[in-house]
T-cell receptor, first 113, second 114 residues
């Protein structure tokens, strides 16, 4: 069955380190998204991509970057991790059709000490 | 800018009861989509129901139904015959047809009590 996976599921890192969270989908979806979920804020969009080589900033993009070299993957990189980036991160994908439904990965809990 | 507001941070109901979760949104767009997502303790985000703004008929999925009031910009979720497995955080979400970006509300934590 097609799916969307994230790795690692849990990560602890130190302030200032570079961290990359992986997102992989097997639906061949054009669109991919990264969100962070924090208490009291719901989910907020970090970056998104409408296809290979396309990336766009979302609502809370500072300190994060993404690259899309193929259809299946959209890794999220924290250039220099900060304690404020401790959060749960969700990846999602959609087909890119007429406002198509987004399907979410299982999430990655990141702790920055 | 679009906003989504869920005014009930937390709710509790007895098993088998009916519960309604409220959601209002603000937009100047005429064509858009609305969603309810469920996030159980497993943390997985699960689509519960979806409504196209151009459809007057309210969407229904088994025990889940919505009351979509476009003029009032209201999109409530009704859960009938609630079950223990319905215990979760519920997020209301909005998407315009111009792009596929979703804007989420802050969520309502629903407890179904035995």
């Amino acid at each position: 069955d097609a799916e969307i996976t994230q790795s690692p599921r849990h990560k602890i890192t130190e302030t200032g380190r570079q961290v990359t969270l992986a997102c992989h989908q097997t639906w061949n979806h054009n669109n991919m998204f990264w969100y962070r979920q924090d208490l009291g804020h719901g989910l907020r969009l970090i970056h998104y991509s409408y296809g290979v080589q396309d990336t766009n900033k979302g609502e809370v993009s500072d300190g994060y970057s993404v690259s899309r070299s193929n259809t299946e993957d959209l890794p999220l990189t924290l250039e220099s991790a900060a304690s404020s980036q401790t959060s749960v991160y969700f990846c999602a994908s959609s087909d890119g059709g007429y406002a198509d439904t987004q399907y979410f990965g299982p999430g990655t809990r990141l702790t920055v000490l | 800018a679009q906003t989504v507001t869920q005014s009930q941070p937390e709710m509790s109901v007895q098993e088998a009861e009916t519960v309604t979760l409220s959601c209002t949104y603000d937009t100047s767009e005429n064509n858009y989509y609305l969603f309810w997502y469920k996030q159980p303790p497993s943390r997985q985000m699960i689509l519960v129901i979806r409504q196209e703004a151009y459809k007057q008929q309210n969407a229904t999925e088994n025990r889940f139904s919505v009351n979509f009031q476009k003029a009032a910009k209201s999109f409530s979720l009704k859960i009938s015959d609630s079950q223990l497995g319905d215990t979760a955080m519920y997020f209301c979400a909005f998407m315009t047809i111009r792009d596929d970006k979703i804007i989420f509300g802050k969520g309502t934590r629903l407890h179904i009590l035995p």
